[in-house]
Each structure stands twice: as structure tokens, then as C-alpha cells.
């Protein structure tokens, strides 16, 4: 007994101050052995606590050695110094149930993300911290972003989570794909840069940072690739690991736009590639691509959904062949990789569109890459003493130099089917969110249009432009019937035009052209008459140099054309301005809330009429299958679920684009093997089952369009 006491203490004791995790050019070396990583991407807030145990487990069965995940600054500190490590943000317990499992992590603490996250994650309240510049040589953007850096760091030191303490933390990054910004504004970002570079390296976490997509980022920082393919990076220094950072396995879906999938053989085949040509560290982004909960979608009209066609799906499920194709490449990796981290590989070329790689240190194993680039042809390659076939577009791995064990195109895992089968319809309650009048205590009157950021500071999706038209009786469009001409230019993203309180039109942007224009003939009354435009926004942009000068709302001009006068430009009048809805400020999305106000019943609920709450109660379905709303049929809006925020939902947005025919050869970009074109680009949302009781759940939906909710439908999905 004593023995092995003196044993555990001895390990324990060796391993805290032993463990070292360092690079040389061929790979990162964790407690002196060098490694071929396999690492994915799992960020925390899209997925429940509840869901994490089986994530991280189907990562580490799916042969994954790390699990990456950025840091998100926005929802760790809502509020200067209010910070919130709760429930989806409970970043340590994350780490932890990580090492849990025997896995690394891989920090990304930015705290600049990008990552199709509400402004890139950082919050919106820095935006208006006086002199403030993102991510640029600006003291103020330095001070915030080391404070919460060194946040974040002291706080996984502080619970032993660097590798070094014996935590599962082997890396860490500073800043996100700087490089193209750094390119743009030239010697402030050089400066930044190498700001950003000294100060983490300064935290002395003991593990090497990487800067991705940043040609010079300064040593000791690793500068990494990412992207569909990254065989012909190398880093800008010899003595630097090759790694890819993010190899993409499919592409986010924006409202509008169909869904993006990519071929699990092309995945495969990038992730061969790389290896053979040395690289030595490769993360799937993403591995679990989740939900965008709330309204933490960012970049523009990104959808609720964040599946990204990765090997586990939104729901936590695998996604076959995908997921077991990639475990068995993984598999073979591992297999390979003592030849692997021991030797350069030799390159020869028998024929057009083919090489070989050959691995072969002095100890006398061998690993060999055989690759067939012909986006159409297979080929018959010769080697040692065996052909082998290899279909077009594939890469072949040899085992001990003979046994091909691998072969990207060759898929053994099973393909599996998913479906959403209906488990429950609901009996609505409505609400009727009712135009504002300008003379109510929340609105504010000023001159001129204002910025929509600048007035709501993003506490709501809606922001109310009201404004009043006299009109005299003696305009000629009374007896003529050629009712006037508004027009409204407004910087995005989507907007309700209400005359009289009537809607008159919609109009939407897109990701790529944000901004629209309303252009009506709209009826006007002689007097007084209510001008009320709800300006939507729909995510905040996450990228872009200076993205967070990017406007949002209504800058005009809003005109009216075909008066007596003339033109008459509304631009410079006396606008009200209401920040978010009625039904937000009495959280009718909550049980105290949507207690507070009459709802309709039975036969007079609200029926294809915009701007209206509904709720229900729903019981829990038995059994564990995941679920979600079926949301087609219904317009534009969100969903509330006991309180929780699921997210922006909108099936009337259909998918524009090419669904053309997919082929797993020849190179991949997001624009191909795209799917589902002309259907909801988001038509189920995701209600995880840890937000449920078993009885009396609150449903709460707000609809902007105006539909019809017996549409809504509960399934659940089952393989
Ligand atoms: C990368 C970025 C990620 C994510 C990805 C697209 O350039 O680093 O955060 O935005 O693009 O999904």
C-alpha cells in the first residue's frame, strides 16, 4: 500500500512540474513526444451543459486527441465587469469535463472570434467606451481586450488547466485570422499585432499560442493555416509545426441561402494531404457545429442553426458516413504516427497527378502516402511490389510502407437516415404587439434618423422610426387615385412599414447586400397620418475591417413622391424613436411576464396577423430523442421556450442559389453541394431536452409576418 501511495505522489508530483508542452518544426511535443494531433471544434455556448459528456465522448470515440473551442467574450461579460460563467457559459466546467475524458483542449481566447457569432464576439457596450477602435493600435481596445484576456487565463491557472498544472489546455490563441486585416490598415495593425503577440506570450500559461491566418505573427507565436485545404502552408519560421487550425467541414447557412454540406471523402482527402506534407496538427472546424441560441447569431442573416454538416449534427448526433469515415482515417493516423513524427517525407512522382510521400525514419518502420489528384480518373499505382487502385481523387495510407489501410475515397462507415417525426401540435394564445404612438413615456423624440446600433446598443432586435405626415385634403392623389410614393433606404436588415398602423410591406437584405429600400405607393389619409417603420436587425456583423462602424437602421432618405408639392423629404423631420417591442419590456416570453397581460383564446386568436405573441404549454415527450419545432409555414420571428431563448427563426426566408449536383472530386468551395434550394434555408429549431420539465412547458413565439401558429409542430428526430 505504501508503495503504491509513494508511486501516485511521485507521478503527481512529476507530472506538474515535468509536463511541458512545446514545438519544433515537425510538430507540437507534449512531455517530450512529439505528436500528430487530431483536434475539433466544439464551442461551448452552442450546445447545452447537459449535451457536453456525450459531445466530448463521441469526439474522443470518433478519434479525436483535442477539442478546440474559441472563448466568447460577449456572453462571459454582458455587461462591463458583470460576468456570467453560468450554464452554457461555464467555460471551467467545459475544460474540465474535457480533461475528463483524457482529451487536450485547445484555448482560443481571441477574444476576437469571428466565428458567425453576435459582432465577432466582443460586446457591444465596448464599442462605446470612449476613443474606442477594434482591434488596431487604440489603448483603450488594448486595455479591454488584455484585461478580459488575462481574465480568462488567470482563471483557467487558477483551477490548474494548463498542461503544465496537469490541465488539458496544450495551446492556446491570441486574435483571429489578423492577417487580412493587418494587410488593410498596415502599420497600426503591424503594431497591434505584435502588441497582441507580447502580452499573451507575457501571461506565462506555459503552452504555445498560435495566431491563425497571421503571416508574421512574431515568435513565439505560431502562425497556423485555415481553410478547405492547407497543404501548401508552411509557417513563417523553419522551426514551427505546420498546422491547419481550421479545416472547414462544411459551411454555416445564412437565411436565404441553401445548406452548405461538404463530402466526407474531399474531407478526408484534404486532411491526408496535409499530413503527408508534414503538417502535424489538424482541426476539424467544426467537429460540432450546435446552435445559435438567443440572439447570439452574428454576422448577418446567419441562421439559428449551426450544424455546419459536421461529423456530430446540431442535435448531438453522428452524422454518418461522415463521423465513422473520419474516425477511421483517425484510426489509421494513429497507426502511422511514430514514422510520422520521426521522419521528413520523400516525394516521388509517378505520373501526372500522382505522388507518393514515404515516411521512413531510421528505425526501420515506414509510413507512405499514395494520392491520386485526377479530379476524374482512377489510377493503378505501382509500389514496392503491389499495385494499388486508388479511386480519382483519393489518397491512399500504407502501413509499414504495404498495407494500404486507408483510402479517402473508400468509405466502410455506415450511411444513416434522420428524420423529424411529429410529436405534438399546440392550442394558441395570442397578443397583439400594437404600433407605438409617439407620445408614449419610451419613446424618444429627435431630429433627423439615427443609427439603429447607437440608439438600441443592441438590447433588442427592433428598433420603432415613428414619425407624423400632414396631408392636406387638397392633394390631387384624392381625386386621381395615384396614392403617393414612399420610398425608405435603410443600412438593413429587415423592415415593417406601418401606415395608420396598417402594414403596408416588408423588405429584407441579404448577407452579402444588407442594405434595402422600401418603395410603395402607400395609402394616405388627409390630416394627420402615422408613418411607423419597425427596423429589424438580424445579427450584428463578426467581420470586416473596423466591422463594428458597419451601420445598421434607417439613414434615409425616406421620401414621399407625388404630392402637390412635389417631393416632400421626411429625412430631416422630427422622428420618435422606441427601442424593442412591448411584449419584450413585459417579458411575455417568461411565466411572470405572460401573466401580465389578456391573451386571445379559442376561436379569436390573432390569424395571419403581423406583429403577434403567441404562447402554449406543451408536455415533454418521453424518450431521450432530440427535439425541435417544425416552424414551417410560420413568417419571421423568435421562440421562447420556459424562458430560453432559441433563437431567430424564419422559413419564409427561402434558399436562393445552386443545388447543382455534387461530386466528392475536385476542389471544394462553400458554393458547391449546396442543398435544399427552395425550401425554409432554416426550417426546424432545436429545443434541447434539458430545457424541459415534464409537464406545462411555456412556448412563446413572436411573429413578425403574421401566420398561421397551428402550423408549429413538436418533433423529435430519430435515426
Ligand atoms: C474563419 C473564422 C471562423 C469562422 C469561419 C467560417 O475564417 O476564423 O471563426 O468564421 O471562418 O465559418
Excluded at 145 to 162: A, W
Aim: hydrophobic share 35%; net charge neutral; aromatic share 12%.
Amino acid at each position: 500500500m505504501k508503495i503504491v501511495l509513494f508511486l501516485v505522489v511521485c507521478c503527481c508530483v512529476y507530472s506538474s512540474i515535468k509536463a511541458t508542452v512545446s514545438y519544433d518544426d515537425k510538430a507540437i511535443i507534449i512531455n517530450g513526444r512529439r505528436r500528430i494531433l487530431m483536434s475539433g471544434s466544439i464551442h461551448y455556448p452552442r450546445s447545452t451543459p447537459q449535451m457536453w459528456p456525450d459531445l466530448i465522448k463521441k469526439a474522443k470515440d470518433g478519434g479525436l486527441d483535442v477539442i478546440q473551442t474559441y472563448v466568447f467574450w460577449n456572453g462571459h461579460e454582458p455587461s462591463p465587469g458583470k460576468y456570467n460563467f453560468e450554464g452554457r457559459y461555464d467555460l471551467v466546467k467545459f475544460i474540465k469535463l474535457i480533461q475528463e475524458a483524457g482529451l487536450y483542449a485547445h484555448l482560443r481566447v481571441g477574444p476576437y472570434v469571428c466565428a458567425e457569432w453576435n459582432f465577432g464576439g466582443l460586446p457591444v457596450w465596448l464599442k462605446y467606451v470612449p476613443g474606442m477602435s477594434f482591434r488596431t493600435d487604440n489603448e483603450p481596445f488594448k486595455i479591454a481586450m488584455q484585461r478580459f484576456t488575462e481574465k480568462i487565463v488567470n482563471m483557467m491557472k487558477s483551477e490548474n488547466l494548463f498542461e503544465p498544472q496537469g490541465g488539458p489546455i496544450i495551446m492556446s490563441q491570441i486574435e483571429n485570422e489578423y492577417g487580412p486585416v493587418e494587410w488593410d490598415i498596415g502599420a497600426p495593425g503591424k503594431a497591434y499585432s505584435k502588441w497582441a503577440a507580447h502580452m499573451a506570450d507575457g501571461l506565462k500559461t506555459g503552452v504555445p499560442w498560435i495566431m491563425c491566418k497571421q503571416e508574421d505573427a512574431p515568435d513565439p507565436m505560431i502562425d497556423t493555416c485555415n481553410g478547405f485545404y492547407c497543404e501548401k502552408f508552411t509557417p513563417n519560421k523553419p522551426y514551427k509545426p505546420k498546422m491547419f487550425t481550421e479545416l472547414w467541414t462544411g459551411w454555416f447557412t445564412e437565411f436565404g441561402g441553401p445548406i452548405p454540406t461538404r463530402p466526407v471523402e474531399d474531407i478526408a482527402y484534404a486532411v491526408a494531404r496535409f499530413i503527408q506534407n508534414n503538417g502535424s496538427f489538424v482541426n476539424y472546424y467544426m467537429y460540432h457545429g450546435g446552435t445559435n441560441f438567443g440572439r447570439t447569431a452574428g454576422g448577418l442573416f446567419i441562421t439559428t442553426s449551426y450544424d455546419y454538416d459536421a461529423p456530430i449534427d446540431e442535435y448531438g448526433l453522428l452524422n454518418e458516413p461522415k463521423w465513422g469515415h473520419l474516425r477511421d482515417l483517425h484510426s489509421t493516423i494513429k497507426l502511422v504516427e511514430p514514422a510520422l513524427v520521426s521522419a521528413y517525407p520523400t516525394v516521388t512522382y509517378p505520373g501526372k497527378n500522382q505522388e507518393i510521400h514515404v515516411f521512413k525514419p531510421k528505425s526501420g518502420i515506414c509510413a507512405a502516402f499514395l494520392s491520386n489528384y485526377d479530379p476524374h480518373f482512377s489510377a493503378r499505382m505501382k509500389f514496392g511490389n503491389t499495385q494499388y487502385h486508388l479511386p480519382p481523387w483519393s489518397i491512399s495510407i500504407l502501413h509499414s510502407c504495404k498495407d494500404e489501410v486507408f483510402n479517402t475515397a473508400k468509405i466502410k462507415a455506415p450511411t444513416t437516415q434522420k428524420k423529424m417525426t411529429p410529436v405534438g401540435k399546440f392550442r394558441w394564445q395570442s397578443y397583439k404587439e400594437e404600433a407605438p404612438s409617439s407620445e408614449e413615456s419610451d419613446t424618444l423624440a429627435m431630429i433627423g434618423l439615427y443609427e439603429q446600433l447607437n440608439v438600441t446598443r443592441d438590447a433588442s432586435d427592433y428598433l420603432w422610426y415613428l414619425a407624423e405626415v400632414d396631408i392636406s385634403p387638397n392633394e390631387h392623389f384624392f381625386t386621381n387615385g395615384q396614392f403617393p410614393l414612399l420610398t425608405v433606404m435603410s443600412a438593413g436588415h429587415a423592415l415593417h412599414v406601418f401606415i395608420n398602423n396598417q402594414m403596408a410591406g416588408t423588405v429584407w437584405g441579404s448577407l452579402k447586400n444588407p442594405k434595402l429600400t422600401f418603395s410603395q405607393n402607400v395609402k394616405l389619409r388627409a390630416g394627420v397620418n402615422k408613418i411607423s417603420l419597425l427596423s429589424v436587425s438580424v445579427g450584428l456583423a463578426n467581420v470586416g475591417t473596423h466591422f463594428e462602424t458597419y451601420n445598421v437602421g434607417i439613414l434615409g432618405p425616406i421620401t414621399l413622391k407625388g404630392l402637390n408639392e412635389g417631393t416632400r423629404d421626411l429625412t430631416k423631420q422630427q422622428w420618435s424613436y422606441k427601442v424593442g417591442l412591448n411584449g419584450e419590456t413585459l417579458g411575455l416570453h417568461t411565466l411572470d411576464g405572460s401573466s401580465s397581460v389578456e391573451w386571445l383564446q379559442g376561436s379569436i386568436v390573432a390569424q395571419k396577423q403581423p406583429l403577434t405573441w403567441y404562447k402554449t404549454t406543451f408536455n415533454a415527450p418521453k424518450g431521450n430523442e432530440p427535439l425541435a419545432f417544425d416552424m414551417n409555414g410560420m413568417g419571421k420571428g423568435q421562440i421562447w421556450v420556459n424562458g430560453e431563448g432559441l433563437g431567430r427563426y424564419w422559413p419564409a426566408n427561402k434558399a436562393h442559389g445552386n443545388c447543382d449536383e455534387c461530386s466528392y472530386t475536385g476542389i471544394y468551395n462553400e458554393n458547391k453541394c449546396n442543398r435544399y434550394c427552395g425550401d425554409p434555408s432554416q426550417r426546424w429549431y432545436h429545443v434541447p431536452r434539458s430545457w424541459l420539465k415534464p409537464n406545462d412547458n411555456l412556448l412563446v413565439i413572436f411573429e413578425e409576418w403574421g401566420s398561421l401558429p397551428d402550423w408549429i409542430t413538436l418533433v423529435k428526430r430519430t435515426i
